[in-house]
């Protein structure tokens, strides 16, 4: 059933545990995603970039998206993955997503708190919930670009007063993370994680998780962390396994063929993240 984010990450709050939210470009990716939450019996978030939505178009991701929720046994969200585009963001929930980003990170805090503001009013008259972003993340996700030297990491108060003022659902941290593939180990502050939690008492959103070790993952759910995202893992499955299969069968001109492998591999690295996350058996 398709449920908006607030929902599913309530619970993930109050119960100590986190959800996937795993980006989608296609039906396989998104059918991956479903069939491992319904596995596992878990709560999922399918997310968008807008690199996705111009690779696919929000009326076909926003149709997979719903078709997949609705058919689905277990809590599925459709968000909007780093929104830096309010028109975007209004056609979103124009086409059914149940959750978007605002991410102003690249605006000061003022201009931040007054984007973020205004389209969790609009989202909030229409039943969407809205996460956003302060700090700012490094890395590189779809078309956003983040020099690790740019990159800062949330200050607690300043999360405080953000929330308070912009009255967000769920707030994603720079704590440590990039996006894209790590060139050497993350090193996660965790004490800015406990120090935020404490601030703020809402879910809180960990980006660039992909390559982040099992452990360090572990405790910054045990220190608040509710929504985890997850994309790169998830292409570097896909494409390794359709790799492997063109190896072995070069000749083979099947779409079908080649992409169920890139498919199987995907699901079974999403059930080692349900698992991890904690949102196993919590649907
Ligand atoms: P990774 O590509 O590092 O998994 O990050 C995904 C992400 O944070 C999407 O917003």
Redesign the pocket.
């Given at each position: 059933m398709l449920v908006t984010g607030i929902e599913i990450l309530q619970d993930a709050h109050k119960n100590n545990y986190a959800v996937g939210a795993f980006?989608v470009n296609n039906m396989e990716i998104v059918q991956a995603i479903i069939e491992a939450a319904e596995e596992l019996n878990s709560p999922v978030i399918l997310?968008a970039?807008q690199g996705g939505l111009k690779y696919a178009g929000v009326e076909y991701i926003a149709a997979l998206g719903k078709v997949a929720a609705e058919k689905a046994k277990v809590p599925v969200a459709l968000h909007l993955?780093?929104g830096t585009d309010f028109q975007q963001i209004m056609l979103c929930i124009r086409h059914g997503f149940s959750s978007v980003m605002i991410d102003g990170s690249q605006y000061e805090l003022e201009e931040n708190i007054a984007i973020t503001k205004k389209v969790v009013e609009i989202a909030h008259a229409v039943g969407i919930s809205v996460e956003a972003e302060l700090g700012k993340i490094g890395?590189i996700?779809d078309d956003i670009v983040v020099d690790e030297r740019e990159a800062t990491f949330t200050d607690p108060m300043e999360a405080k007063l953000f929330v308070d003022k912009t009255k967000v659902d769920y707030l994603a941290i720079a704590v440590g993370t990039?996006?894209?593939v790590y060139k050497g180990e993350p090193k996660l502050d965790f004490d800015r994680i406990k120090a935020i939690k404490e601030a703020v008492n809402i879910p809180l959103v960990l980006?660039?998780?992909?390559?982040v070790p099992n452990d360090a993952i572990e405790k910054a759910v045990s220190l608040g962390i509710n929504k985890i995202?997850?994309?790169?893992?998830l292409r570097i499955a896909f494409t390794d396994a359709i790799k492997d299969f063109l190896k072995k069968d070069p000749d083979n001109i099947d779409p079908r063929k080649i992409l169920g492998p890139g498919k199987e591999a995907m699901k079974e690295v999403i059930k080692e993240k349900m698992r991890l996350f904690g949102s196993a058996g919590r649907a």
């Open positions: 980006n997310q970039s993955d780093h890395g996700e990039a996006h894209g980006h660039g998780s992909s390559g995202n997850i994309d790169t893992d």
